[in-house]
């Protein structure tokens, strides 16, 4: 039996395809004049890590039996994952232009059916928790070793069907899934400010409830870490899988910026989704050290 | 001999899954109800139940079904196609997931539950789903025999499955074949096209106007989608005026397919659609329900000679 050994890369390598990762999204979001930003950037350093520092996969192979499974279930984070699985070699980087074009393999939400390396559809907010305990279950049911990642955003936890998971995934003991909540604190629209009923902070839908308690109180383990922290996130998922034989799914709760890496998309809803302007490019292309790719495009 | 098709669906899965180790079933707490219980004493080890949650039982079946599990759900068909139809639509329909939805209860006939447990417009839902397939059986038997057939196909199965039984229609022997129509009577007054456990009692009904000097055609639609529409059509050719007889809404359910068909056909027929009107039922013993809202034997009989004595003779 010949085992792998697989060359983790530096912090600062991961920092540098995130910076590639965050330029590639809004840039093929301004080509393709349609797409989400703020989420796809909150969540890519949790991304970049996954696929370059954490599951086992091989994107000449996609579809190998005992791959690690990832589940995107806030799937209008699309070209946050087709970013990085274009960078680890699933499909070419210059397809990435294709996105939201017609006749293309990159949808607006995943689809399994057409594009490499996605292992559940996704779209529809909620669902993918569901799917990845199914697959968790699976693996325990033929006695396979690979482990199940869904990342989840804040807002999505919303829906009903979330939670209806959590319960399952406990009662089935999944050690073998980890969902990843990209707490980024910033919905589409949210609460206005003012209106009937808005209680708490606009700044996150969760306030006034305790996340780590209530999925320590349905019986998973819970991860909190700064998202953005490279360190941290390798230790988390590092973590999560040293969890297994203890029949508890983990959560790791990851705290956020959303629009992170680029100064105009930071911290503000008003960039869930948008279409940067020439100069606004620039701008991020010069923040994000990408600025060779803007001069090569223009 | 008549049994119930549920019944027979619990017995069948203990029969597939001994010969198929992908087949796994989910259950969402009606096991009692459905008969997966028959499956769970059988496999227990094959059989998970996840409470009552429906959404997430079809989203760990869809989950299993990538590891090349082939998952049937059991539940209540409303459950499916109210309560968890995104869940059906998004990880099964729209990925050719190979799970058997298992609908039981469906139609009026349902314990006397009620209106919030009778699934009357799940052929309009389901059939308009791009990707699915939906199968309507008549009896034990041919429920039987869609489940063998469904458990080798590569797609998304909606099986509508009735909770109490009817008289038989099938032997043991009957073969499913998806897509065709089958034309149990013949009779040259009227056509009348049925479908699931209604034929039953559109075939006594036949008997019933034959007594009155009345030949019905009785035709079978088992196979909702996929549907060999030619074929139905070419059952309808001639001068009988056409009724459709459903346990279903008349909108959108069988009534509204052979419309479809007809009004894109050269037939130029009239077509008309018996069924539950457009409201709600109530809770209430079988005889009443199948009596109130027209369904038994005498008042689709009665129902089908008014028909005849209003309608205007008909041009084929």
């Known amino acids: 039996m010949v085992s792998q050994t697989r060359v983790r890369p530096s912090t600062q390598e991961l920092e540098r ?225 040293s969890n297994r034989g203890s029949g508890k799914p983990t959560v790791i709760l990851a705290n956020t910026t959303k629009g992170k890496g680029i100064s105009f998309t930071e911290g503000t809803y008003i960039w869930h989704n948008g279409v940067a302007t020439e100069e606004q490019l620039r701008l991020a292309a010069a923040e994000l050290a990408q600025i060779d790719s803007i001069e090569g495009a223009a | ?78 459950f499916f196609t109210h309560r968890a139809l995104d869940s059906v639509r998004m990880l099964l329909a729209q990925t050719d997931a190979p799970v058997r939805i298992a609908a039981s209860y469906t139609g009026l006939l349902n314990g006397s539950s009620g209106k919030t447990h009778q699934d009357i417009e799940d052929l309009a839902i389901m059939r308009a789903m791009p990707g699915m397939t939906v199968i309507a059986p008549a009896d034990a038997a041919e429920a039987r025999a869609a489940m063998i057939w469904a458990a080798d196909h590569d797609g998304p199965v909606y099986l509508r499955l009735a909770r109490d039984a009817v008289s038989d229609v099938f032997g043991d022997d009957h073969v499913f074949t998806p897509g065709a129509v089958l034309t149990l009577r013949e009779g040259g007054d009227v056509t009348l096209v049925s479908t699931g456990v209604q034929t039953s009692r559109v075939l006594a009904a036949a008997e019933l106007l034959a007594a009155d000097g009345v030949e019905a055609k009785v035709v079978h639609v088992p196979s909702i989608k996929p549907l060999d529409g030619g074929a139905l059509l070419e059952t309808l050719r001639g001068d009988a005026p056409v009724i459709t007889i459903e346990e279903h809404s008349v909108i959108g359910g069988l009534g509204g397919l052979v419309a479809e068909l007809v009004t894109s056909s050269d037939l130029g027929m009239r077509v008309t659609r018996l069924g539950l009107a457009d409201g709600w039922s109530e809770s209430a013993p079988n005889d009443f329900l199948l009596d109130k809202y027209g369904l038994s034997p005498v008042r689709v009989a009665e129902q089908v000679r008014a028909k005849l004595s209003v309608l205007a003779p008909v041009r084929s």
């Open chain 2, 1 to 78: 001999m008549s049994r119930a098709q549920r019944e027979v669906w619990g017995a069948t899965m203990v029969e597939l899954a001994a010969s198929d180790p992908r087949i796994v079933v989910l259950d969402g707490d009606l096991a009692t109800s459905t008969k997966a219980d028959t499956f769970a004493d059988a496999y227990p080890d094959r059989f998970f139940e996840i409470g009552i949650a429906e959404q997430n039982m079809v989203g760990m079946a869809f989950g299993l079904s990538t590891l090349g599990f082939r998952p049937w759900l059991s539940s209540f068909g409303v």
């Open chain 1, 17 to 241: 395809l995130a910076r590639e990762g965050r330029w590639h999204v809004i840039n093929t979001v301004a080509k393709s004049k349609a797409g989400h930003i703020g989420g796809p950037l909150s969540a890519m350093d949790l991304l970049v890590s996954l696929y370059f520092d954490e599951l086992d996969i091989d994107p000449g192979s996609p579809v190998k039996e005992d791959r690690d499974r990832f589940i995107l279930s806030k799937g209008h984070c699309a070209i946050g994952l087709y970013s990085v699985l274009a960078l680890r070699g699933y499909f070419p980087v210059e397809e990435l232009a294709t996105f939201d074009h017609g006749d293309s393999r990159l949808q607006g939400h995943p689809d399994m059916k057409l594009t490499p390396g996605i292992d559940a559809s996704s779209g529809s907010l909620g669902q993918g928790l569901s799917a990845g305990a199914g697959m968790a279950l699976g693996a325990k049911q033929l006695g396979r070793d690979f482990h199940t990642w869904v990342m989840l955003g804040d807002g999505e936890i919303e829906e009903g069907m979330v939670w209806e998971a959590v319960y399952s995934a406990r009662r089935f003991g999944l050690d073998n899934l980890t969902a990843i909540i990209d707490l980024n604190g910033l919905q589409q629209y949210g609460w206005p400010a003012g209106s009937p009923g808005d209680r708490f902070d606009r700044s996150n839908p969760w306030a006034g409830v305790d996340l780590d308690a209530v999925f320590t109180g349905f019986g998973w383990n819970t991860i909190v870490i700064d998202g953005h922290d490279f360190d941290a996130i390798r230790a988390a998922y590092a973590e999560a899988k």
